[in-house]
């Protein structure tokens, strides 16, 4: 009945040096076997396409002229499958970090806050403009319009770009709210260009776009350079009435489960791009971009507050 126990524990005495032998085999076998899956998932992650989404803040042609460039550099540098994709809107993107299961973004700070708050989307980096990682929204109108300060916009027509855009949107209508100032009627342009461009012909009384200062040379750098070239006179004809607070930068946004190899990829690669000729000129005809920082959750604290959100 127990011969087979006491006949094993004798060799198990006797033969210590095989046990030590099988036990070494075993050894290499578990790390070779684990060398290799970690080769497979890698090869897997290679060949799986990871969806790129640019925010449609600006027209199709630069969001698929830059967006592409972009594109095709962080494959270059990273080897992994990437496609570029623009969504059709703000809320559109933000829906698919919850059916993606593998893809990043260069987003609205507004938008953040909701795939975080959703689909449990991580930032890893924030945009940098002009040296800042901060930039405003402001109220824009035409000088001639007769509109000296906020309260004058009460009963009067504003553009907004999108309900999910921070400072095109959120931050002006805080504002408003604030003041007490009801606008006879709200419309939405979708982007800070078009905007600009209601103000500029007169179809709306004021509009919300992004702000940053000028240069120290007194060059434009908000909303209005971007039809500058249509409209020369643009900023003379359209004038800042009013700023908002600081607004964290666009973050690069990565979905819930991303690999966390893939991403260190993309953010070298990124960096990378920022520090090439060709790519910061990309960057800034894109969003204004001159570069990346880190960036964690909490920088976004502020913005939550505003929102109303929790975490």
Known sequence: MYSTPLKNLRYRWLCPGIQNTICIALTRHFFVLLFSLCVVSLQAQQSQTINFY????????????????IKDFLEKETGLSIKMVIPSSYDEMVDYFG?????????????YILANKKHGAVVKLRTVRFGHSVYY????????????????????????????STSGY????????????????????????????????????????????????????????????????????????????????????????????????????LVKLASEAKGK?????????????????????SLRVVMGVTR
């Open 137 to 164: 929204g402001q109220i824009l109108t035409r000088a001639s319009s007769g509109i000296k300060t906020i309260k004058d916009l009460q009963g009067k027509s504003i553009a907004y770009t999108d309900e999910l």
């Open 170 to 269: 959120l931050y002006p209508k805080k504002m408003l709210e604030k003041n007490n100032v009801k606008p006879s009627k709200e419309i939405f342009a979708k982007k800070h260009d078009e905007v600009v461009k209601l103000v500029y012909e007169g179809k709306v009384d004021a509009g919300a776009a992004f702000y940053s200062p000028p240069a120290t040379d007194g060059t434009l750098r908000d909303a209005r350079v971007r039809i500058k070239d249509k409209y020369p006179d643009v900023e003379q004809k359209v004038i800042t009435l009013v700023k908002t607070d600081a607004i964290p930068n666009d973050p690069i946004v990565f979905s819930k489960n991303f690999d966390p190899e893939a991403a260190r990829k993309l953010y070298v690669a």
């Open 54 to 69: 640019l925010t449609p803040s600006i027209s199709a042609e630069l969001l698929n002229k830059n967006g592409t460039f």
């Open 99 to 111: 059916a993606d299961g593998s893809c990043f973004a260069i987003m609205s700070s507004q938008s």
């Open 281 to 301: 000129q990309t960057l800034l005809e894109l969003y204004g971009t001159e570069g990346f920082v880190k960036a964690s959750d909490a920088d976004y604290n």
